[in-house]
């Protein structure tokens, strides 16, 4: 109990520093400041969003009859904030794009090893 | 602040002062002091006040009652005790007494002197005196405010028959604490002791029967007895302090009026009424009761004001709006309107003149309102009105369209076709942006639209209605929706339906109007929170389906229309064909034209559920009264919820996999609202939502163990 409630002490003080520096970066952008109560409550706020996105991605997940998380997963949870399913949607395609990439090169390299294997046989 | 008629706090208080002036300063102070509170006790408490017309002072009335007590104390009988004799021997010069002040002091004073009784045995020597309590004698003066105290005990319990006077002896008891303590200013000061007063409980009992007294002592206002007690023990403390007043400052008339004013000037802009109250009342509530009365209108009017908030995204096209705005300010541009939309009926030689110039006339009232109306889509009462001004806006902007790019006819101005384009452009994408929540049927399937069908067979009856058509409006409509159905049969989720949706183009050639169009789907998606997903509409009402038709087809009608014209340019503006451009979305030909019409009337009116019902519903929920103001704004509300709803679950089904919403659908929806939690058990839920038959069934199944929701279906 005491080492769960130390841990949640950390993630929130984790939480409320990032939250933090991205606060300044975004002020130092508009010009403007940030209130402590302002950063703090934006902490709050996303330390029991992030709860409650777990548990919505786990019960997604089980309804996809899945034991793991999945991308779709996430898609789902993020359908609500336009601009936040539309960016998720273009990371997934970068990513998939980017397997596809590393699966060709590895069917690549793995066929030139292949065949510089048959050539060793062969010599 | 003179406006006082009534008998109120400031007219007791400027009356009692009046009457109190003539006092020495030590005296006014305490009478005057002694009245404030006992007034306005007073005014609650004279029941038995023998003249108490609104003009007399309650101290006057007061007096009189002390008249009458005294008369009846001297009347009645008392119990053989030498105090009587006291009496009998005091009363001559008491007349004399009685009426020379007429302070409550003073006949406090007579009272206790007429009513001597035989515990004050000790008193005695007192009671020779004239005045008992003005000669205290250092040996008994202890007991005498006891004594006076307990002689008014006494009278109250000997004057059974004055019961209704008990409340002025305990006013009067009131009043008689400061006395003693004026009084005892100038004697010695008094040293109060617990078996002095017991002495004189005993001297009480002596002569009446005890449990009397004491219940006097306890009845008559345990009130007196605290008060008497501790009193003289502070007087006995405080010595030369006892005048003086705890914290009490003057009042007169000119410090009551200030307080008025701080208090009217203090208040904010409501003081107007509130003064009013105020002064009526004589009392602050009249604040709060002003502040409410003002306040709860302002709520139910910003509510209503307040629905265009909801559409949130025509803040982020500033660029549009004010393109709109513009259009709508500028009163010469409505005159252009007005030019360019007789110019066009001319032009098309309409075979309905009638009805055009009705609507190119509504249509310029409905351009100023167009914005601020299409907030209103929704509302039944409007509906049937906006897609009229939108689809008449449009019609002229098509036809301004029309004109500008065939230029086949000599068009009043290029600018007015432009402005209108814009407007038009930017109603579509109101429009869409209205009717994005309800994803404008990506994938609506015509079967499960009774009207849906109906307009897309009217459409597909008119395949070769030309550009000017509004026919074209269902006909586009439907295209769309054929092409938005295609799209969501193959579409994953979200977005790609979205930017199926955003595909207002296909097969449309046409430029930047469709792009506006997307831009502006895309930007509403933005805002919108709410997905262009295909829903699986088995959840959604036929009215909203029909709604979201009319509404695309009043949102897709330019592209398609231009694409249309583009592939049928041939087609000119023929005199019948325009004749069918009405702004109405009906087919070309009358009779199919008015036949839609009522369709469309009722699809733009249908209200989600009925008026009764939902006012029914929401009246048993709510704590206060609900009027039936409300209907509109909370159809709209219903509106989105049930919309969104079936987003979620058209999502969720098809996350899993499945082209059918299940029940697991609607528990992971439940889940997510909250209305099903772990630890939440599903026979309490059965029976707060559920009908009383269903809970017979369900409530064995849930009570055998609620850890894993599934397995306990049935």
Same mark, same amino acid.
């Given at each position: 109990m005491d080492d769960t409630l130390a841990q949640n002490q950390r993630l929130k003080a984790a939480i409320h520093f990032t939250t933090g520096q991205i606060c300044q970066t975004i002020a130092a952008d508009c010009g403007s400041e940030f209130s402590r109560q302002t950063i703090a409550a934006i902490a709050e706020t996303t330390y029991r969003q992030c709860d409650i996105f777990a548990k919505d991605l786990e019960s997604f997940a089980r309804h996809a009859k899945r034991s793991t998380i999945n991308v779709d997963d996430v898609k789902l949870v993020s359908r609500r904030s336009t601009a936040l399913s539309t960016y998720i949607q273009q990371k997934s395609e970068e990513l998939a794009s980017a397997h596809q990439e590393q699966k060709e090169k590895r069917k690549k390299s793995s066929a030139k090893r292949k065949h510089q294997e048959t050539e060793d046989n062969e010599d | 602040m003179d406006s006082l008629e009534d008998v109120s706090a400031r007219l007791i208080l400027r009356n009692v002062l009046q009457t109190e002036k003539a006092k020495s300063p030590v005296k006014e102070r305490v009478t005057r002091l002694q009245s404030q509170p006992a007034t306005q006790r007073r005014m609650s408490r004279i029941k038995t006040g023998r003249k108490t017309s609104g003009a007399r002072s309650p101290l006057v009335a007061l007096q009189q009652k002390l008249k009458q007590r005294v008369r009846e104390g001297a009347s009645c009988s008392p119990p053989p005790t030498s105090k009587q004799n006291k009496e009998s021997t005091k009363k001559p010069p008491q007349p004399l007494l009685e009426y020379q002040l007429a302070t409550p002091r003073v006949l406090l004073r007579r009272i206790i002197q007429t009513q001597a009784e035989a515990p004050m045995v000790s008193n005695q020597p007192d009671a020779k005196d004239v005045n008992p309590i003005m000669s205290h004698t250092p040996c008994t003066e202890e007991v005498r405010p006891l004594s006076s105290e307990s002689n008014l005990y006494y009278d109250c319990q000997r004057d059974p028959e004055v019961q209704s006077e008990l409340d002025l002896s305990n006013i009067t008891l009131e009043l008689m604490q400061p006395i003693p303590k004026g009084l005892s200013r100038k004697r010695a000061p008094t040293s109060i002791s617990v078996s002095a007063f017991e002495r004189q409980l005993e001297h009480l009992t002596e002569g009446v029967a005890e449990p009397d007294v004491l219940e006097d002592f306890s009845s008559n206002s345990s009130l007196s007895l605290t008060l008497n007690t501790p009193s003289l023990h502070v007087t006995a403390q405080r010595g030369h302090l006892q005048r003086k007043p705890v914290s009490r400052e003057l009042v007169t008339e000119e410090v009551f009026d200030k307080a008025v004013h701080i208090r009217l000037q203090e208040c904010p802009e409501p003081s107007g009424i509130l003064a009013s109250k105020m002064e009526r009342d004589s009392s602050w509530q009249g604040f709060t009761l002003g502040m409410s009365d003002v306040t709860v209108p302002e709520l139910t009017t910003d509510i209503i004001m307040n629905k265009t908030a909801l559409y949130t995204q025509s803040l982020s096209r500033p660029a549009t709006v004010d393109c709109v705005e513009e259009l709508q300010t500028n009163p010469s541009e409505k005159e252009e309107l007005e030019y360019m939309k007789q110019t066009t009926i001319t032009e098309v030689g309409s075979t309905y003149p009638d009805e055009m110039v009705p609507e190119t006339q509504e249509e310029e009232e409905f351009v100023s309102g167009t914005t601020s109306e299409i907030t209103h889509m929704d509302d039944p009462d409007h509906v049937r009105v906006e897609p009229m001004s939108e689809c008449k806006v449009q019609d002229s902007g098509q036809e301004a369209e029309k004109q500008q790019l065939d230029k086949s006819t000599a068009n009043s101005s290029g600018v007015i076709p432009e402005s209108l384009s814009l407007v038009v452009e930017e109603l579509q994408a109101k429009i869409v942006e209205c009717y994005d929540g309800t994803t404008l049927t990506p994938a609506i399937e015509s079967e499960e639209i009774e009207n849906g069908s109906e307009v897309v067979q009217m459409a597909r009856g008119l /395949? &070769? &209605?030309? #550009? !000017? &058509?509004?026919? %074209?409006y269902p006909e586009q409509v439907v295209h769309n929706s054929v092409y938005f159905s295609e799209h969501g049969a193959t579409s994953e989720v979200s977005t790609k339906t979205r930017k199926s949706g955003c595909m +207002?183009?296909?097969? $449309? #050639?046409?430029d930047y109007v469709q792009l506006k169009c997307k831009t502006g789907r895309q930007s509403d998606h933005v805002l919108d929170p709410d997905s262009a997903l295909p829903s699986m509409l088995s959840e959604r009402t036929n009215e909203e389906l029909e709604e979201e038709n009319d509404c695309q087809e009043l949102a897709q009608q330019t592209p398609v229309f231009v694409r249309q014209r583009k592939e049928e340019p041939t087609i000119a503006l023929s005199p019948p064909v325009v004749n069918s451009g009405n702004p109405r979305p009906v087919a070309g030909k009358s009779q199919p034209h008015q036949k839609r019409r009522p369709a469309v009337d009722r699809i733009l009116r249908? $209200?989600?559920? /009925?008026k009764t019902y939902v006012l029914t519903m929401f009246r048993h929920f709510a704590k206060t009264k609900v009027s039936s103001d409300v209907y509109p704004v909370v159809n709209d509300i219903l509106q989105r919820y049930f919309g969104r709803v079936a987003e979620d679950l058209e999502a969720f089904a098809s996350h899993a996999k499945r082209k059918t919403i299940e029940k697991d659908d609607v528990e992971l929806l439940m889940r997510r609202q909250g +209305? !099903?939690? &772990?630890?939440? %058990?599903v026979n309490v839920l059965i029976e707060k939502f559920l009908p009383l038959e269903y809970r017979k069934l369900l409530v064995p199944i849930a009570t055998s163990g609620n850890k894993v929701i599934p397995k306990e279906r049935y």
């Open positions: - | /395949p &070769d &209605d030309k #550009e !000017m &058509d509004t026919l %074209q +207002f183009n296909v097969g $449309a #050639e046409k249908r $209200a989600i559920l /009925p +209305f !099903m939690i &772990d630890c939440s %058990q």
